[in-house]
């Protein structure tokens, strides 16, 4: 490939930004193969560093002197969203929001601006990717939008820098990093150059201005252009939205958090006319549920304060094969394959010669070792072919030698199994001191699987 003129070239990895002086198949960091870009060196002189000195520098400050204020939160009036930032947007945050391309990241930020507008905030819409009649049509749908939203599209960094020092903004939403470009940089808008480059620029517009700024990334397949995990690092929060295309829910999860926690969940439901809350994940999750349907258990999965019940499926057949197919779907693969072993050499079921297919429901994806226990059930039930009797849950975490251990928020997990109308609830022996007795629910204590096994399978 030809050289630029400063004659220096790097090769990036246009998923994780692992950057190398040569070319290579596989990514020694995340393990992608085929994802290296040659891009020209970084310019020796970067425009969005923090350290760029203007006349007034900057002077340290006593941490007594310094005023609560400017951390106070907006709210977006979306209460699963302010819920995943932790409580409201943070003034002056730089947040990322990562996900597939169609999932609904613009219509759920163009929600969050519609609210924040109605409220008398200064939002800009930058968008690189939509026309203004496309994103007038897009609200139009969404509904009524205040005078204090401003759209503008550009894609030129210098160009938007200097329209946010002049409107001063509270809240900017750049859409998407991939289109920005800086002209300091020379590769091709969306390189792993240019989105780290036009990222340090907002960066530094947030922090100086206390504009709050939303940076939209979208999860690339290809390999070709930079993914939003290459900006982590340089941002303050980084939220991914999850959820198939096919299914109507999305669901947003904070990955990092500097102002909040990141075990929280926000979920919603894509509309007719944009996103809609669901306050109710548990209920959401386990509609159209099948009833005395064998391999079929409810487990109950913490995601940060909140229970979520989650149906396991499981299908377990006699292999045609040598080497048995395993899959896991929505649940770590590698400890399915060992949750089977478990139960291979402790209850002496002849799993080795069976294929066996392991989904959570609704295309969520539960990674709590307290889903354990519903797993190894639904393994169970699926291979006798004897269904789990309705109303029946189950959490647990399980050991290697069988053994299943107690979870936090017992408590929390039965009351949610109540709410929903279960009757009983199999749960770690371990978590007897913790779980306290709930009128309707039937507590099945059970201090290793085979004892847990007994109470659907009879043994
Ligand atoms: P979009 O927000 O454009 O996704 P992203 O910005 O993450 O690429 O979402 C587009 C999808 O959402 C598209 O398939 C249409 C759908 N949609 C609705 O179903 N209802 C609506 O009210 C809106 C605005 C979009
Ligand atoms: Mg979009």
């Not at 990141?262 to 209920?283: A, C, D, H, R, Y």
């Not at 913490?302 to 395993?326: H, Y």
């Amino acid at each position: 490939m030809a050289k630029t003129s400063k004659g220096k070239t790097v090769f990036f990895c246009q998923n994780c930004g692992y950057e190398s002086s040569k070319w290579m198949g596989q990514c020694p960091a995340c393990h992608e193969w085929n994802t290296f870009v040659e891009e020209p060196s970084a310019p020796a002189k970067s425009a969005g560093a923090l350290s760029r000195s203007t006349g007034d520098r900057r002077r340290p400050v006593r941490i007594s002197e310094v005023s609560m204020d400017e951390t106070h939160r907006m709210t977006t009036a979306i209460g699963e969203l302010d819920r995943v930032l932790g409580g409201g947007i943070v003034r002056g945050s730089l947040i990322l929001i990562g996900g597939d391309p169609g999932i609904g990241k613009s219509t759920l930020l163009l929600q969050m601006c519609r609210n924040l507008a109605a409220a008398g905030h200064s939002v800009l819409y930058v968008s690189g990717e939509e026309s203004l009649q496309q994103i007038k049509m897009r609200a139009e749908r969404i509904g009524d939008m205040a005078d204090t939203l401003f759209l503008y599209t550009e894609t030129n960094l210098g160009t938007i820098r200097e329209t946010i020092e002049e409107m001063k903004p509270e809240i900017c939403i750049i859409d998407s990093i991939q289109t920005m470009y800086a002209e300091e940089v020379s590769s091709a808008p969306g390189s792993v150059s240019q989105v780290r480059e036009a990222t340090g620029i907002l960066l530094m517009l947030a922090k100086s201005l206390g504009t709050s700024i939303f940076i939209v990334g979208h999860v690339t397949k290809d390999g070709s252009v930079a993914g939003p995990r290459v900006l982590e690092h340089m941002v303050d929060t980084v939220l991914y939205f999850e959820g198939e295309r096919e299914a109507q829910y999305r669901i947003l999860r904070a990955v990092k958090n500097r102002f909040g926690s990141t075990n929280e969940i926000g979920v919603f439901e894509m509309q007719e006319k944009g996103l809609v809350e669901v306050p109710n994940p548990s209920e959401y999750m386990l509609s159209g549920r099948p009833r005395g349907a064998s391999g079929s258990v409810v487990a109950c999965s913490m995601e940060g304060m909140r229970p979520v019940l989650i149906e396991i499926q499981a299908l377990v057949s006699k292999t045609s094969f040598n080497i048995p197919r395993r899959t896991a779907a929505g649940t770590d693969y590698n400890r399915v394959n060992l949750l089977m072993a478990v139960l291979e050499k402790r209850c002496g079921y002849q799993l080795g010669f069976c294929d066996a297919y392991i989904n959570i429901a609704g295309g969520i994806r539960m990674s709590e070792p307290a889903v354990d226990l519903a797993i190894v059930l639904a393994v169970v039930s699926s291979y006798r072919d004897i269904p789990i009797p309705d109303g029946i849950m189950a959490f647990g975490e399980v050991g290697l030698s069988g053994e299943i251990r107690a979870v936090s928020g017992a408590d929390v997990r039965v009351g949610e199994a109540r709410r929903l109308g279960f009757t009983s609830v199999i749960l770690p022996r371990a978590n007897e001191k913790t779980a306290k007795r709930v009128d309707g629910i039937k507590l099945l204590y059970a201090s290793n699987i085979r004892e847990a096994v007994g109470y659907i399978v009879g043994g």
